[in-house]
């Protein structure tokens, strides 16, 4: 197929490089300096979508970032496909696969066309509002079909194979647009030796220099962005990034932007490449050279394909060298909309007319125009468009001076192509991010940037500032302040010099009236991609949405991923307009990151697949890998779960080692466990503080248990404490809570008592250590070490400083199954020679691995509670049944002493932690198991407080289960039920929970 | 020495902190936090050439060491026993031969050194230095790694959240930050040249990571 709107010379693109793209299945070619979009004007491709509610054609319509329509969906595989994608801002490569996203079936005939009709009718504004959000269950139902039609692209269903990362930046100026403003800004930082950032969404640096024939110092304004572009490359602390939008800016001059490094080579990156780049930037000041988006004006069928921004068709014109149509009419409420029928007057394609909707304009590009000969219609408007697939003609009427009436006959012209142009909008969108309220001026019909606490400058058209000569000038200027701010030397910059237009006066209009009222004339679209009306906003008005915050989320304008970029200042002023206030009244919504959208590839960076998040590992895990262990997750470590051996059921395997514990010895990998060391000779009294029970007393040698409350009273952690000097102690914390405790230790110390002389530091991960539990764990220590192990030198909650295979260790005589146990600390480089040495000598007393779960299922045996399984934050020691871990006579108090003698901590009937036991010995209450006193009580059962731990006893041959009752410590031998979700009621005796050895005699031998 | 009301006034005053030789003889080699990655295999066998260039400092002694740094005795005692005095300008590092000390906060310092001489020095800390303060051997909860070459600052931007220009990351230079979704004391020891601390159960997710961001330089595994 020709590309018959493709110009014969002229653009940017580069015509000896021809590429092949398919759009909804159907191959076209391109030139290498296309967009997708310019590639399908060049071929005539009319329509790219359907619209959201009414399923009308519709066409691009304009060329950058503020594209509303041309969303289209890439992809050559499953794999690579991409929604959301701008055919205004995507490359052309050799191969690009694309696709309409709305569009059911497909855009040329559309089934949802016909319901259109209908259901534009049934969808009013408010609809979604009004309709889905009653009654909610329901929007489940709505949402699909909604979706389907709505057609928002789609996400792929296999893997991205594409890799995308994230890369932290930091510099003195972070210039964000790279047209005249902005790159004047960055040769001035840059003369200076500020380091400098200055990106920009498009792949060429110049901004609107490269859609304009503008001369700057008498030649070609592209040979002066090259020779600064150049300039620029040639300092080494100035980055350049192209194909980057600045999608965020964020408190103190934290900005995130979105590089495309490969989505312009092919559908997926060249291998080694990253597809997208995040770049989170820190920088000390900001230049916004964002420029500013024209705004089309809001008139009878103004979506149907061929309507354009009237900037959008020069741009496509002389950047890119086709010319979107053979018969333009033009309306302007300003000069510089003039420049399009120029530019389409100098392609050599048919000028049908310029409505200007001045009655007297008189600028130099309106005389230009009048020079030509070109039919300059003034003081009227084009009221109402004709045609559906492509605009045929447009009817143009005389309007009042006030652009509120039509005044006379109405007269047809034939055209296919509506360029219009209301002036321009500052692009403020990243101001608005930082907070700040934009602020109306009335000069420029516009909203400039409001004040910033930021350390932010702005040059250029944000401003208002559009002529070139201004937008430089502007530039250099923020360029010297930034870099006077930082405290460098200015830089000397001439600016070239830009040719200088006369221009008259614009007119302030946004609505172009019709006939008919809003209501009853063809739609007059405000927001594309939302489908949102003037006669909706009116509707919105009418029905007494007066803020506009209101008015957006009634009609849904600005919903879309386009953010109203278009449409938003034109739907302000039809609200100002019906409200009859001023537009600053009636004020603006305002805009919130990002920017324009954002993969999800490119937001996760390299944080997915084995690099999500960090595994934390213990100097043994080698081994439980070689081993077959199953591993849990324990906050980020992985603990062995349970030891599995061929054959073997999970089941099978917990009762295999924890028999073998019990019977004879089971070893475990405790490395994990927090450790804290604690010096200074407050250290002692300092756990009497955090701690509920009593340290004063520890000698040197001892371990003890201990409970750590928060001021609430409420348990938090709970471990064993040593003493190993008189001012050392070791402190253990649970796996997950060891970094909280470090810190609740710090903030105590550094907040509230910091007179105590006391240090913690971890040695968490310094220690491996090992639990040998059972019968014969000291037979198999005495293999490994001289020390004496007899149980009247080395008794329970004893601690001895030894050497076990060699490697000098630190054992404590503590216990956590109940059973005769030495849990092994050696520095964690020796922790897996010590390990092995175990097994070496373990194998004749069937030394078995155990993991995380036989150890609850063993712990569970004896009631030992685990802190965040049996507490959870709502239960102080008494709960627990731990009153003898509180000691209510220490000198200074302790943390959580006051919290626990509130009123509600100490009345009757509050839920305990006791032991279960099911009358049916096999039974195993799931854990969560809501417990009732009467499991014949009518629904909705009064519930007594839910199962904590439950498990199999292989050793006792019946289920253990603790949880929680209401009085439950003086209910024992009562009754509590189960009732589950299948209908059945596990019936439990309320006990003790130390079901196994009650003295503790198996601890002591 | 079960119960402290039996015990000598000497006897107290030896254990008021514990120090012990946590090191077995030479017959039992040390595994690093990066032993099972099998680095000199990957060096000898690995790519010669790359932007970025690794290698572990391994089985090191780590001395955390907490006081008050306004304490002119104890300031003295570590100049006796380190040859050098502890950096008290924030974010500073000095070193003596061997010896390396990383200020960390306002009284907190990581002193490093040949792994074979921690307990030496340890012992010398506490003949030489009264009154309050904690040293704690780390050794075996993190190890070092040098990382370095033409792109070490680009892999390290990608992984850190500070500002590595040398204007504001000069040689010597320490911070203790976020790397990647882990932490590490990053402390630039050259142009082109950094060290960093990092945990024991981090390392594998450490070491995956530098591999993952190195790959568009080339990564040079050394020995």
């Given at each position: 197929m020709t590309q018959k709107n493709r110009l014969q010379s002229g653009g940017r693109i580069d015509r000896s490089k021809s590429l092949t793209f398919t759009y909804n299945g159907k191959s076209y070619q391109g030139f290498q300096g296309d967009t997708l979009a310019s590639a399908m004007l060049a071929n005539g491709i009319d329509v790219i979508g359907r619209s959201f509610k009414y399923s009308r054609p519709r066409g691009i319509v304009a060329a950058g970032a503020e594209e509303p329509n041309a969303v289209m969906q890439l992809g050559a595989t499953e794999a690579t496909q991409v929604p959301n994608v701008r055919a205004t801002q995507q490359e052309l490569f050799n191969g690009l696969v694309s696709a309409s996203t709305n569009g059911w079936p497909n855009v040329d005939t559309d089934l949802m066309g016909v319901v259109g009709k209908i259901g534009g009718k049934m969808m009013p504004p408010g609809f979604y509002y009004k309709t889905f959000m009653f009654p909610q269950s329901l929007w489940h139902t709505y949402e699909g079909v909604i979706r389907k039609a709505a057609g928002l692209g789609r996400s792929p269903l296999e893997n991205d194979p594409d890799e995308y990362d994230t890369i932290n930046q930091h510099c003195d100026v972070m210039i964000v647009g790279a047209g005249p403003a902005g790159l004047a800004a960055a040769q001035t930082a840059a003369r200076a030796g500020a380091r400098v950032i200055i990106a920009d969404e498009q792949a060429e640096f110049g901004g609107s220099l490269l859609s304009s024939k503008e001369l700057l110092d008498g030649k070609p304004a592209t040979e002066w962005v090259n020779t600064v572009v150049e300039e620029l490359a040639g300092y080494k602390d100035v980055m350049m990034l192209p194909r980057s939008t600045v999608n965020g800016y964020h408190d103190h001059n934290f900005l995130t932007i979105h590089q495309r490094c490969t989505d312009h080579i092919a559908d997926k990156a060249p291998?080694?490449?990253?597809?997208q780049r995040m770049h989170r930037v820190r920088a000390k000041w900001v230049v916004l050279a964002t420029g500013a988006h024209e705004r089309p004006l809001v008139f009878s069928n103004n979506d149907v394909p061929g309507c354009m921004v009237a900037g959008a068709v020069s741009t496509y014109i002389n950047?890119?060298?086709?010319?979107?149509?053979n018969d333009l009419v033009l309306m302007t409420t300003?000069?510089?909309?003039?420049q399009t029928a120029l530019d389409w007057d100098d392609a050599g394609r048919k000028v049908v007319a310029i409505v200007d909707t001045r009655a007297n304009p008189g600028g130099a590009r309106v005389e230009a125009a009048r020079k030509r000969g070109l039919n300059v219609i003034t003081g009227s408007a084009v009221i109402e468009v004709q045609g559906s697939k492509r605009v045929s003609g447009v009817s143009v009427a005389p309007i009042s001076a006030d652009g509120k009436q039509v005044t006379g006959s109405v007269t047809k012209l034939s055209a296919d192509t509506v360029a219009s142009s209301g002036g321009w909008s500052p692009v403020i969108h990243l101001s608005c991010h930082t907070g700040s309220r934009p602020v109306w001026n009335d000069e420029i019909v516009g909203f400039l940037p409001g004040p910033t606490v930021q350390k932010q400058l702005t040059a250029g058209g944000i401003n208002g500032k559009y002529d070139t000569a201004a937008a430089l000038a502007e530039g250099l200027e923020a360029g010297q302040k930034a870099v006077s701010e930082i405290g460098l030397a200015a830089s000397e910059v001439a600016l070239p010099a830009a040719e200088s237009v006369e221009e008259g006066a614009p007119m302030s209009l946004f609505h172009i009236p019709h006939l008919k009222s809003t209501s009853a004339a063809p739609k007059q679209f405000v927001d594309y991609q939302n489908d949102v009306t003037a006669a909706g906003i009116e509707l919105a008005c009418r029905e007494g949405y007066e803020s506009i915050e209101h008015v957006k989320r009634y009609t849904a304008m600005g919903f879309g991923t386009d953010q109203g970029k278009l449409g938003n200042i034109n739907g302000m002023a039809i609200a100002a307009n019906v409200l009859n206030q001023t537009i600053p009244d009636t004020g603006t919504t305002i805009f919130r990151p990002n920017y324009t959208p954002i993969t999800f590839g490119a937001i996760a960076g390299r944080n997915c697949g084995e690099l999500f998040d960090p595994e934390r590992y213990t100097a043994m895990h080698k081994w439980h890998v070689e081993h077959g262990a199953k591993f849990e997750d324990v906050g980020q470590w992985k603990r062995p779960w349970y030891f599995p051996k061929a054959g073997e059921s999970m089941q099978d395997a917990l009762n295999r080692e924890c028999k073998a514990t019990r019977e004879s010895v089971g070893i475990l990998d405790a490395s994990t466990l927090g450790k804290i060391d604690i010096q200074g000779k407050d250290a002692r009294e300092f756990l009497g503080r955090v701690?509920?029970?009593?340290?004063?007393?520890?000698?040197?040698?001892k371990c003890r248990y201990g409970l750590m409350c928060g001021e609430d009273g409420m348990v938090f952690d709970d471990g064993v404490t040593s003493c190993l000097g008189e001012n050392h102690f070791l402190m253990t914390t649970t796996s997950g809570g060891a970094a909280r405790v470090l810190e609740w230790l710090e903030l105590y110390h550094q907040t509230?008592?910091?007179?105590?002389?006391v240090y913690f530091n971890t040695v968490t991960d310094h220690w491996a250590t090992m639990t040998i539990s059972g019968p014969n764990s000291r037979k198999l220590l005495a293999e490994l070490t001289d020390c004496d192990l007899a149980n009247e030198n080395f008794g329970f909650m004893d601690w001895k400083q030894t050497t076990v295979a060699g490697v000098p260790a630190r054992v404590f005589r503590i216990s956590f199954t109940g059973e005769l146990s030495y849990e092994i600390n050696v520095q964690a480089n020796y922790g897996l020679h010590v390990w092995e040495k175990l097994f070496e000598h373990g194998e004749k007393y069937n030394l078995t691995p155990y993991g995380t779960e036989s150890m609850h299922v063993l712990r569970a045996e004896k009631g030992f509670i685990i802190a965040g399984q049996d507490t959870d934050g709502s239960v102080h020691p008494y709960d627990l049944g731990m009153g003898w871990a509180v000691s209510q006579n220490k000198p200074f108090s302790f943390i959580g002493k006051r919290g626990m003698a509130r009123e509600d901590c100490v009345r009757e009937n509050r839920k305990q932690l006791v032991g279960l036991k099911t009358t049916d010995p096999k039974a195993v209450i799931p854990e969560g198991a809501q417990g009732v006193f009467d499991p014949k009580a009518p629904i909705p059962m009064p519930m007594v407080g839910h199962v904590t731990s439950s498990y199999w006893s292989e050793n006792l041959g019946h289920s253990v289960a603790m949880g929680f009752v209401k009085g439950g410590l003086d209910r024992m031998g009562e009754k509590v039920y189960y009732p589950l979700a299948d209908g059945t009621v596990i019936e439990a005796e309320i006990c003790s929970p130390i079901f196994l050895d009650p003295k503790g005699e198996r601890q002591n031998v | 020495m079960s119960d402290l009301n039996v015990m000598t006034p000497e006897e107290v005053a030896a254990t008021k902190a514990a120090v012990m030789n946590q090191l077995p003889g030479a017959e039992i080699q040390g595994q690093s936090p990066l032993h099972h990655a099998e680095l000199e295999v990957l060096a000898q066998k690995g790519p010669k050439q790359g932007g970025v260039h690794l290698k572990e400092l391994k089985l090191l002694g780590h001395l955390m060491l907490r006081m008050n740094p306004e304490n002119a005795d104890q300031l003295a005692a570590v100049e006796r026993v380190l040859g050098v005095g502890l950096p008290?300008?924030?974010?500073t590092s000095v070193e003596n031969g061997n010896y390396s000390i990383r200020w960390m906060s306002p009284d907190e310092w990581l002193i490093i050194v040949p792994g074979a001489e921690t307990f030496d020095i340890e012992s010398k800390f506490r003949d030489e230095m009264g009154g309050h303060y904690s040293l704690v051997n780390s050794s075996g909860g993190s190890t070092v790694l040098k990382v370095s070459g033409d792109n070490v600052v680009e892999m390290l931007k990608k992984s850190v959240p500070v500002d590595l220009h040398d204007s504001e990351f000069p040689v010597g230079k320490v911070v203790s930050t976020v790397f990647a979704k882990s932490g590490a004391v990053v402390r630039r020891t050259g142009e082109k040249e950094f060290e960093l601390v990092i945990r024991r159960s981090f390392a594998d997710y450490i070491w995956l990571w530098i591999q993952d961001a190195s790959r568009e330089f080339g990564l040079v595994v050394e020995a």
């Open positions: 291998a080694g490449q990253v597809r950047r890119y060298g086709v010319v979107p149509g300003n000069d510089y909309g003039y701690y509920t029970n009593a340290w004063a007393k520890l000698a040197v040698g509230e008592w910091p007179e105590m002389e | 008290l300008q924030p974010l």
